[in-house]
């Protein structure tokens, strides 16, 4: 089959703004609010590759400190592990949605995942092998969900993705081809963040609460989607505005670190509006 596109035109060039609004909204009314954020591009700087990624010093306490500001309301949702995001934000533990949704710890430490099975630990292995031909192409097993990045070698994007679409056939129909930033990935079709979202709030310390979802990238979408629908707020990571179904742009993710250590100190830090480059 061949590729389109898949961003959505819900909500063509998105404002870049401030993050003044974000930050008075959370400090205001802490009670009203669910927090949900992806990590890679929008908590933490993109990297080469995924074990050259840095966490700032100081983020994993300031997610907490939110967290508390926000009686718990806070979960990570991502395209990454449920262990490795953890390794993450050591020593805080917080609710997460891993592998897109496939794994899913709750605010009690309840887990739920999605098993790889047999079958699909053989597509892995006959992947990792066949990227023995793309030199500069990482495979991240990532149990029940495998991906190809392609970052450091943007030459083989093509034979990537025809490898990826004949080992998805090989998968079977209960998996589907996610399509991001210089990655390709084969995950459990039934898993997506708008679900884990809507998961999420239809438990405490979620439910009742108006859900803000933060993210970078097309996988975000399906979260942006969702809380559009549930009459709560969307804001993408992004230089530039562009196609979104988000409601605003934040230009980076240090202009969102930066508004979640302002939240943590109850309004104290730089304020967003003078940071260069934003629009108030």
């Known amino acids: 089959?061949?590729?389109?596109?898949?961003?959505?035109?819900?909500?063509?060039?998105?404002?870049?703004?401030?993050?003044?609004?974000?930050?008075?909204?959370?400090?205001?009314?802490?009670?009203?609010?669910?927090?949900?954020?992806?990590?890679?591009?929008?908590?933490?700087?993109?990297?080469?590759?995924?074990?050259?990624?840095?966490?700032?010093?100081?983020?994993?306490?300031?997610?907490?400190?939110?967290?508390?500001?926000?009686?718990?309301?806070?979960?990570?949702?991502?395209?990454?592990?449920?262990?490795?995001?953890?390794?993450?934000?050591?020593?805080?533990?917080?609710?997460?949605?891993?592998?897109?949704?496939?794994?899913?710890?709750?605010?009690?430490?309840t887990v739920g995942r999605v098993v790889a099975t047999a079958a699909f630990e053989e597509v892995k292995d006959a992947l990792t092998a066949a990227a023995g031909q793309w030199p500069g192409v990482l495979i991240e097993d990532k149990g029940a969900a495998v991906a190809a990045h392609y970052r450091q070698a943007p030459e083989w994007q093509g034979e990537v993705e025809k490898a990826m679409e004949f080992y998805l056939l090989q998968a079977g129909p209960d998996f589907t081809l996610q399509r991001g930033k210089m990655v390709f990935e084969i995950r459990p079709a039934r898993a997506s963040k708008g679900s884990a979202v809507q998961d999420y709030l239809e438990e405490a310390p979620f439910k009742g609460r108006r859900p803000i979802a933060i993210g970078d990238d097309v996988t975000d979408e399906a979260m942006f989607r969702t809380v559009n629908m549930l009459g709560g707020h969307s804001i993408r990571i992004a230089a530039e505005p562009g196609d979104t179904e988000a409601a605003e742009i934040f230009p980076s993710p240090e202009h969102l670190r930066q508004a979640l250590a302002r939240i943590a100190g109850g309004g104290e830090g730089p304020a967003a509006s003078s940071q260069k480059g934003i629009i108030a």
């Open 1 to 109: 089959m061949p590729y389109s596109d898949p961003t959505p035109s819900g909500n063509a060039q998105a404002p870049l703004r401030s993050t003044d609004r974000f930050v008075d909204m959370l400090i205001s009314e802490p009670e009203a609010w669910a927090l949900f954020l992806d990590i890679d591009g929008t908590l933490i700087d993109i990297a080469p590759s995924p074990d050259a990624i840095i966490v700032p010093a100081d983020l994993p306490r300031r997610l907490q400190e939110v967290s508390d500001h926000l009686g718990g309301a806070l979960a990570l949702v991502t395209g990454r592990s449920l262990p490795y995001a953890d390794k993450l934000f050591e020593p805080f533990s917080f609710p997460v949605a891993g592998l897109h949704g496939a794994e899913r710890r709750m605010s009690d430490g």
